[in-house]
């Protein structure tokens, strides 16, 4: 079938994007779901520094490719094999397919998943499949197995997760990234307690989604830091019971005053090697520091070694916030619907697909939190 998407053809182009235009608008063509797959009508996508981080080139893909991966859809077609899922229904995408049988999945971390990452890495899905195709029939490749900036997409089952179908799907999309990576980086990764202490290093729609699942969790106090006054003043909004401008004065001296001798954890979700560093510092004795945010391949921080024994200091990773997504983003939606998790107040743009390299430049400038295109029917 003809469907309109949004390909990525090369890397580096210079902002403004608006200008440069790293995405075209194109008509490709889509195959049938094969064996354990399904086609999807994407209602919603949102946009993520994930999705600028191939676009500027510090994160390669192989190219050409159809960019986007935090998306929901509608079921319109169910390949051979596929169980669980019926024409009709909601979905969120997980943007890493989780086979459910290397060691990753079976100790249950399928975040990790082996031929997930594998598939993910060489631009097709989990079956080992591509199914797009540009107007001169050549093959065009997946991102994260998931591919929104598209009107149509065909994913792995073991990308899509059911959910609510009264969910508006500019709310449903944030589920598949910003909020299951923050909140969950929280909840899974961190497991913090009622009354610990949470730092949150940058808030973009990642930071801002820690910030509301560490309130959700009754963790105070609760500190955000970033160098944009709005988004500040937002994650107060949200819960936080400290905010800090890292633009003025010493923003690691500050948290630890306000913690008395630093925080239990440290959330660094810029993707810059010197923040984390700094997210660090501000963690106690003791403490956690958590890398969420996706540095450039190649970046290295530092940390007084002796620190890591004679402080009992901990850093963690935490990729897709260490989620099962099955459970989590049901999990998380319920908890946005009891009114624990206004989610909502992420969203700042709605956009067109004709749209999206001008929205590349709002995330690019940070004034933006979470964009999303919407897709008309």
Known sequence: MKVRAAVLREMGRP?????????????????????????????????????????????????PMVLGHEATGEVVELGPGVDG?????????????????????????????????????????????????????????????????????????????????????????????????????????????PGESVAVFGLGGVGLSAVLGARAVSAFPLIAIDVVEEKLALARELGASHCIDARHGDAVAAIREISHGGVDFAVESVGDESVLAEAYAATQRGGTTLSVGLPAPGRLFSVPAVSLVAEERTIKGSYMGSAVPGRDIPRYIDLYRAGRLPVDRLLTHRLRLDEVNAGFDRLDRATAIRQVILFDD
């Open 85 to 193: 899922f019926a024409i009709g229904d909601r979905v969120v995408f997980s943007f890493v397919p989780m086979c459910g049988h290397c060691a990753p999945c079976a100790s249950g971390r399928p975040v990790l998943c082996e031929p997930g990452a594998a598939a993910n890495a060489a631009g097709q899905l989990l079956g080992g499949g591509k199914h797009w195709a540009d107007a001169e029939g050549l093959p065009l490749q997946h991102h994260l197995g998931v591919s929104g900036f598209a009107e149509y997409s065909v994913v792995s089952a073991r990308s899509a997760v059911r959910i609510y179908a009264d969910l508006a799907p500019e709310i449903a999309a944030l589920f598949g990234c910003a909020v299951l990576t923050g909140v969950g980086a929280v909840i899974n990764t961190a497991r913090v307690q």
């Open 15 to 63: 902002a403004p994007y608006a200008d440069s235009r790293p995405l075209s608008i194109e008509q490709i063509e889509l195959s049938p779901p094969a064996s354990g797959e399904l086609r999807v009508r994407v209602l919603a996508a949102g946009l993520c520094h994930s999705d600028l981080s191939v676009i500027n080139g510090s994160r390669p893909r192989p190219l």
